[in-house]
């Protein structure tokens, strides 16, 4: 039963003055309900798409610098990085980059963004105040994938081709090291607190493996099984909590980084290809590509809290925390969506 609003003919209140609540509640005391007036209801916390930003041709990932209000966004099939005003919604450049970029990552300290170039076997590095690319850096075979350690001034890379990660010192632009990993290394990303990287092997079907290194080392200290074809990989720092995605299984794994288990398997939309976390908010981000939406997981339940349409094969996903948005880079659609997070 609704108490809510106005209330009228229930039975011995006819002539309530229910514009002003009294109405609404007299009928919940004869029921035994609580009260629950308009004015003092719990906010819920709702999703929404509320813009869909036109970029360049193949957008297959996307990048937040939240301190600059900007997003950075990798075209595949125009070989350029789209730069947005995340204020306004507007496209303020377009900086041209190698074959194939396929990744971007931001460290927001250093006003730098390195892409991934994947036919070219090369990172582009641009300077954020000036749009410029400063420097090309030489990889592995197939960057498909990157991640920054800001305080550590590391950049690193996941050659899908090669099965390595390429470990860049920012500071000099030089690969100083190549670490072997799993079968097609698809995704990657750091826990800066601990100094571990995490890298989800995609695989042929058979390794469905995240690789763990010991940033200080070098080393591969921990393989972790998880569902078929994982192919996005993010960490809440915070929770010590790691999420894969796994594409084949249409699945995200969830692991504790302090034991290397897998504490849960969610089902998610069909063919999941990349997650992305607010940590603050206690909420996951998780692109479905062939049925077009994003999942949004409430991490402390491991629940399905809203699916929302997106555009046409959402493929890169990133998050603001500090204005609850996350952006969405949909590869056939040539457009990044925007999902607002708000309680109303």
């Known amino acids: ?102 990744a971007v990552a931001v460290d927001p300290a250093a006003r730098t963004v390195y892409v991934a170039n994947e036919l070219d076997d090369t990172v582009s590095v641009i300077d954020a105040a000036t749009g410029a690319v400063t420097g090309t850096i030489p990889v592995g075979s197939g960057p498909d994938a990157l991640a920054v350690d800001p305080a550590a001034r590391t950049v690193y890379v996941a050659n899908e081709l090669d099965g390595t990660v390429s470990v860049i010192d920012a500071a000099t632009g030089t690969v100083t090291r190549t670490i072997p990993v799993g079968s097609h290394p698809d995704a990657v990303a750091v826990d800066p607190t601990t100094r571990t990287v995490y890298v989800a092997n995609y695989g042929d079907g058979t390794d469905n493996t995240v690789s763990v290194i010991d940033a200080a080392t070098g080393t591969v200290t921990r393989i972790i099984w998880v569902g078929y074809g994982p192919d996005g990989v993010a960490v809440n720092p915070t929770a010590r909590t790691i999420y894969v995605a796994n594409s084949s299984s249409g699945t995200v794994s969830v692991i504790d980084a302090a034991t290397g288990t897998v504490t849960r398997t969610i089902p998610v939309g069909g063919g999941p290809e990349a997650v992305a976390v607010d940590p603050a908010a206690r909420t996951i981000y998780v692109a479905d590509s062939p049925a077009a939406t994003v999942s949004v997981l409430d991490a402390a339940t491991g629940t399905v809290t809203a699916t929302l349409p997106v555009g046409s094969w959402p493929d890169g996903v990133a998050v603001d925390p500090g204005t609850r948005t996350a952006y969405v880079a949909n590869l056939f659609g040539d457009s990044v969506s925007v999902i607002s997070r708000c309680m109303c």
């Open 1 to 102: 039963m609704q108490v809510r609003g106005g209330v009228r003919g229930a039975a011995g209140f006819g002539g309530c003055l229910s514009a002003h609540g009294w109405c609404a509640a007299v009928v919940a005391v004869a029921v035994g309900m609580p009260l629950v007036t308009a004015a003092h209801a719990p906010a819920a916390v709702r999703y929404r798409v509320i813009r869909t930003i036109p970029v360049g041709s193949g957008p297959d990932a996307v990048a937040v610098d939240p301190a600059a209000r900007t997003v950075y966004v990798a075209n595949q099939d125009s070989a350029a990085v789209s730069v947005i005003d995340a204020a306004t919604g507007a496209v303020t450049g377009t900086i041209p980059v190698g074959s194939g970029p396929d």
